[in-house]
C-alpha cells in the first residue's frame, strides 16, 4: 500500500537542465515535506508546506523551488540542475496533532552529469 | 534549535549480540524524539517515538529506546540482533514550536550484523 508516492523514482540529467520531483499521497495529511540524502549527512530539510498555501523554507533551499497543487500533492523543481544536487530524494507527509510522526515515500535517486 | 548526533557512522554486530544505537539530542523544549530505519533501496520507515509518558518505548521488531532527560539521549537497543537487522538507522527531534513542528534528523548509524 504505497501511501506516499515519488515520480520519478530514478532520473539521470544534465548541468543546467530543469528537472521535477514528484510527489503524491493517500493519507489526507495536510502536511508535506521534502528532504534530500547525502551519505554521511543524514536528511536535510528542502522545503516544507503545512497546507495548500503555506510554504516554508527548509535548511537548504537554495537552487531548489516547490508547488503545493493540491493537498494531496508537493512538487520540488530544480530550475537549473547542478552536479552537487546529486543524492536520493525524500517526501513525508504528517498529520496535525500527529505527534510530528512523518511518514516517507520511497526515494528518488537523481543524478546530475 | 534543535540537533541530533548519533555516535558512531557504523556499528557492527554478531547475530545474537546486543545492539546498541546511541543518540543524544539537544533541545530548548521538551523534545519529541523519534527512530527511523532504512532498509537498502527504500524509503525511512518509523522505528518507533517518545512523545510524552513513560520513558522507555517498544517499537517494532524488538526495538526499544529509553528517553533520559539528565542524559539527553535516546538510545536504541534490541536484544538479539537478527541478519534482517542490517539497516541505516536515523534519530530525528522535533522542534516543538506550536504548530510548525519539523523533524532535525542525525547523520545515521550503518548497522552491520555478521553471521
Known amino acids: 500500500d504505497a501511501d506516499v508516492t515519488q515520480t520519478p523514482r530514478n532520473r539521470i540529467t544534465k548541468t543546467g537542465k530543469r528537472i521535477m520531483l514528484e510527489c503524491s499521497q493517500t493519507k489526507g495529511h495536510d502536511r508535506m515535506y521534502w528532504y534530500r540524502q547525502d551519505p554521511g549527512l543524514g536528511l536535510r530539510l528542502i522545503y516544507y508546506s503545512f497546507d495548500v498555501k503555506d510554504i516554508n523554507k527548509g535548511e537548504i533551499s537554495d537552487g531548489y523551488s516547490v508547488s503545493r497543487q493540491a493537498q494531496a500533492k508537493f512538487s520540488l523543481s530544480l530550475e537549473s540542475a547542478i552536479p552537487n544536487q546529486t543524492a536520493l530524494y525524500f517526501c513525508?507527509?504528517?498529520?496535525?496533532?500527529?505527534?510530528?510522526?512523518?511518514?516517507f515515500g520511497p526515494g528518488t535517486r537523481l543524478t546530475v552529469l | 534549535a534543535q540537533s541530533v548526533t548519533q555516535l558512531g557512522s557504523h556499528v557492527s554486530v554478531s547475530e545474537g549480540a546486543l545492539v546498541l544505537l546511541r543518540c543524544n539530542y539537544s533541545s530548548s523544549v521538551p523534545p519529541y524524539l523519534f527512530w527511523y530505519v532504512q532498509y537498502p533501496n527504500q524509503g525511512l520507515q518509523l522505528l518507533l517515538k517518545y512523545t510524552t509518558g513513560a520513558t522507555l518505548v517498544k517499537g517494532i521488531n524488538g526495538f526499544e529506546a529509553e528517553f533520559k532527560k539528565s542524559e539527553t539521549s535516546f538510545h536504541l537497543t534490541k536484544p538479539s540482533a537478527h541478519m534482517s537487522d542490517a539497516a541505516e538507522y536515523f534519530c530525528a527531534v522535533s522542534s516543538l514550536t506550536p504548530g510548525y513542528s519539523t523533524l532535525t534528523f542525525g547523520k545515521g548509524t550503518m548497522l552491520l550484523v555478521s553471521p
Open positions: 513525508a507527509t504528517s498529520q496535525i496533532g500527529g505527534s510530528d510522526t512523518q511518514y
